[in-house]
């Protein structure tokens, strides 16, 4: 580990950025993947407002296509957000309520046959939610139902209950990528994906789902990056200060809550510092923590990326290019 001669820094010069990633937008849609423009997802979330905007200043609005798509337990300010990135790029858009498709293929179904192994009431007018929490110094999946009466109750989930009820969820990442990429085809236009760096290296995506793009402009930015970003490229304020949430769950969840932990900008800093051979000591008083607890932030970052690297991989040959 090494020593820091200055405080950590994760400030970029916003107005380069932006012009290297549209040159590279441009290279790599037109060129190497000769098509038109680009499709994406608009959740009315900072990330995707910022790869919209982006998007626009790379082939204009007439070349940007976004996809609003929300279902049964999607949060009604994803919708309304959307809609206002939508307008105030000038851009087209479908709104496509996937409750259908999910219900059709048994998601919701299939979601509560699991939690009810845990909390045999649940059903109609119930909500859940995954949450992380500290136990012994290891992470633990607990989770959260409110029963129509307002009533809350919590447990620890067993792994077939955790696997069982994500497998559901992700049932509905898939479904939005495959209407965009319906969206794409239909236009002869590439999929923008819109994970920051901290999402894309801690694994934090559906594989073939969310995590399935053919252009990610902002995976290499932090996510306190991506937040410049939206300032200088006009992101309206409502949605720079709307904190991230999944959107996936029936209760209120936001990203911290159920994957990461920790604050962004503080995983944002402790990330840079680990990545950097900073020692834990001469870290914690810029993170703002007690160099035990950057030793435990360390130790997450390391053991997520062990455990996700199945969701960074390709599909695996016997023979071929690769192998």
Known sequence: MSELSEPISLAIDAAAESERICSALREQVLKRLRR?????????????????ALCVRAFGPSAVFGVLMPEQDSDPDSLRLGRTVASWLGVDFAIEDITPILAAAGCYRRRDEFIRRMFPAYGAG??????????????????????????????????????????????????RKQLEYYHADRLNFAVAGTPNRLEYDQGFFVKNGDGAADVKPI????????????????????????????????????????????????????????????????AAPLVGLTPAQVREVYRDIVGRRRTTRYQHEPPLLVDGPGC
Not at 36 to 52: E, Q, Y
């Open 36 to 52: 038109r423009g680009v499709v994406l997802g608009l959740s009315g979330g900072v990330d995707s407002s910022v790869v919209a």
């Open 126 to 175: 119930w909500r859940s939610k995954i949450v992380l929490r500290k136990a012994a110094g290891y992470n633990v999946f607990h989770l959260v139902v409110r029963s129509p009466q307002g009533e809350e109750q919590e447990a620890r989930m067993p792994l077939e209950v955790y696997l069982g009820v994500v497998a559901t969820t992700s049932m509905k990442q898939r479904t």
């Open 219 to 282: 995976a290499h930015l932090y996510k306190s990056q991506v937040y410049e970003l939206a300032a200088y490229l006009g992101v309206p304020e409502e949605i720079r200060r709307r904190p991230p949430i999944t959107d996936t769950y029936s209760l209120a969840q936001t990203q911290e809550e159920f994957f990461f932990g920790i604050p962004l900008r503080t995983l944002d800093a402790c990330m840079y510092a680990l990545d950097h051979q900073i020692a834990p000591e001469v």
